[in-house]
């Protein structure tokens, strides 16, 4: 069965850094896509940024760009959302999803950031 | 801004139908039959409801079809529930964008 199983919520305050987590199983971790989707409160879905974790390519929004750093360590078969500073901003839902050509497939359950002072 | 456009909202009674549009450019809907729609209930993650324009994973209601014309690509649902109340988005493969993909901006679908 193939799952994305995301990190917990996070707590913090404007100015720390963050990285959060998206563990893959129940298929080859290295052959697909793995995007990042935000969504602010009572906003829509917003595409960040995308890694293909057998080569580490990594495509960011222009929205996001110098934002936030996407990576991956295949050998644990986990994606990562990062930020060096957190802006109030930043607060939100946070998914990743494992892409087809079509679109998604797969979605993590989630990741609620809150950035609050 | 989202690069495909889809309607705020839309309503219907139970048991009536529904259409909810999806509409890009020949870079995107119409230029390629990777559309997907998503359905997403308050709280959750969102849902794959239909691929490839009108295809349905497996345990999808055949109540949910898809159908694309240019640069419009449509779902319908019919035979509406109370469940099916929910926000929708679709999404389209792209050449216009280094992420491959885009979303719309979602619809919230009231059952009346």
């Known amino acids: 069965e193939v799952q994305l199983v995301q990190s917990g919520a996070e707590v913090k305050k404007p100015g720390e850094s963050l990285k959060i987590s998206c563990k893959g199983s129940?298929?080859?971790?290295?052959?697909?896509?793995i995007g990042w989707v935000r969504q602010m409160p009572g906003k829509g879905l917003e595409w960040m940024g995308i890694i293909y974790p057998g080569d580490s390519d990594t495509r960011y929004s222009p929205s996001f760009q110098g934002q936030v750093t996407i990576s991956a360590d295949k050998s644990i078969s986990t994606a990562y959302l990062q930020w060096s500073s957190l802006k109030a901003s930043d607060t939100a839902m946070y998914y990743c999803?494992?892409?087809?050509?079509?679109?998604?497939?797969?979605w993590g359950q989630g990741t609620l950031v809150t950035v609050s002072s | 801004q989202s690069a495909l456009t889809q309607p705020a909202s839309v309503s219907g009674s139970p048991g009536q139908s529904i259409t909810i549009s999806c509409t890009g450019t020949?870079?995107?809907?119409?230029?390629?039959?990777?559309v997907s729609w998503y359905q997403q209930h308050p709280g959750k993650a969102p849902k794959l409801m239909i691929y490839?324009?009108?295809n349905r994973p497996s345990g999808v209601p055949d109540r949910f079809s898809g159908s694309k014309s240019g640069n419009t690509a449509s779902l319908t649902i019919s035979g509406l529930q109370a469940e099916d109340e929910a926000d929708y988005y679709c999404s389209s493969y792209t050449s216009s964008s280094t992420l491959f993909w885009v979303f719309g901006g979602g619809t919230k679908l009231t059952v009346l």
């Open positions: 020949s870079s995107d809907v119409g230029g390629y039959n990777y």
């Open positions: 129940g298929y080859s971790f290295t052959s697909y896509w």
């Open positions: 999803a494992r892409q087809q050509l079509y679109g998604v497939d797969y």
């Open positions: 490839e324009v009108s």
